[in-house]
């Protein structure tokens, strides 16, 4: 027969113990390491279970956690070993449960966000079209906006790997830059709302999936970065370097993108048109066919004072902080 798998939550429950005692035990070595399903999911069997209970009660009888450690390794071998039949057959049934279970969640997720937004999708109707219960969707995903994050990265590294394939026999750096951006079409729909609380989710989630989103972003940033040109080789060095020109670049299509989906005020195609202007405008910069650093230079007085310090506070917080 083979035995029931648990969740961490699930493992606190039965054995009445707090999760950061379990994971200090599997950190000393007293349990055998869970099988990791995701990043942040991990899967425990019967015998983790029971060998839970056996260190409370050695625990209970006055024994310190190395004369329970001895006392364990006198008794048997890991847990989950080739004594207990089965076990690896539950967790690799359990591992692809879990695995199809939340890929069909986020499938359905990647469609409501980029349908409606993330203010207009709701978890419970998710649960409801899948027909899963609160405590199956909250045992993959912690929250609506941990839910929002992990579609992102899915959507980021497809859209990544979209572009490649369609940019792959083109030359022309406009066309290039037009596959670029829509290949990121689909995160866009996200809107402002869903634009906002991703980015402190990406900072709140994890390493892991935060790591993904910020490479995600810096490779989009890198491409874009690679479609423009080099200044021409008269010219001095370039007052503003390049990479913060693809940086504004890319900021100034994700503002405009994300705002539009909330009142669609303006069709695809228009932002489309919008931003391919801004970058042949930039180009053409870039190329020496427009003289901006002269014009920029009229500036730089200006622009000194104001890069060297912030505007003051408004002044009811000027006087509680102290400041004049």
């Known amino acids: 027969m083979i035995g029931r798998v648990y969740g961490i939550a699930e493992l606190e429950q039965a054995s009445g113990l707090p999760r950061s005692t379990i994971h200090y035990y599997l950190r000393r070595g007293l349990l055998a390491r869970p099988h990791k399903v995701a990043a942040s999911r ?51 049934f359990a591992a692809q449960e879990y695995r199809r279970v939340h890929e069909r969640i986020l499938a359905l997720a990647v469609q409501e966000f980029t349908a409606k937004g993330y203010a207009k999708t709701h978890v419970t109707a998710l649960m409801k079209q899948l027909g899963i219960s609160a405590t199956v969707f909250y045992s993959h995903f912690r929250s609506k906006r941990a839910l929002l994050a992990e ?13 490649d ?92 993108a994300f705002r539009a989906p909330s009142g669609r005020k303006y069709s695809r195609r228009e932002l489309l048109r919008a931003h391919l202007w801004l970058y042949l405008a930039v180009r053409a910069a870039l190329a020496g066919e427009i003289d901006i650093d002269s014009r920029l230079a009229r500036y730089e007085a200006l622009v000194a004072q104001l890069g060297d310090s912030l505007p003051p506070l408004p002044p009811e917080l000027a006087e509680g902080a102290g400041t004049q």
């Open 42 to 92: 991990s899967l425990y069997t019967d015998e983790h279970l029971r060998r839970l209970r056996e260190i409370a009660e050695l625990r209970a009888a006055g024994l310190t956690l190395a004369e329970v450690e001895a006392q364990l390794e006198s008794r048997r071998g890991p847990v989950g070993g080739a004594g207990e039949p089965g076990v690896d057959t539950a967790i690799d």
């Open 151 to 163: 579609c992102v990265d899915v959507l980021m590294r497809w859209s990544l790997a979209y572009a």
């Open 165 to 256: 394939e369609k940019m792959a026999d083109l030359d022309d750096p406009a066309e290039r830059l037009l596959w670029e951006v829509h290949s990121h079409g689909r995160v866009f729909e996200l809107g402002i709302t869903g634009s906002a609380l991703l980015r402190v989710e990406a900072g709140t989630e994890g390493a892991e999936l935060r790591r993904s989103i910020e490479e995600g972003l810096a490779a989009t940033a890198a491409r874009i970065l690679r479609q423009l040109p080099p200044p021409p080789a008269k010219a001095t060095d370039s007052p503003v370097p390049h990479e913060l020109i693809a940086l504004s670049l890319l900021g100034a299509y994700e503002q405009t």
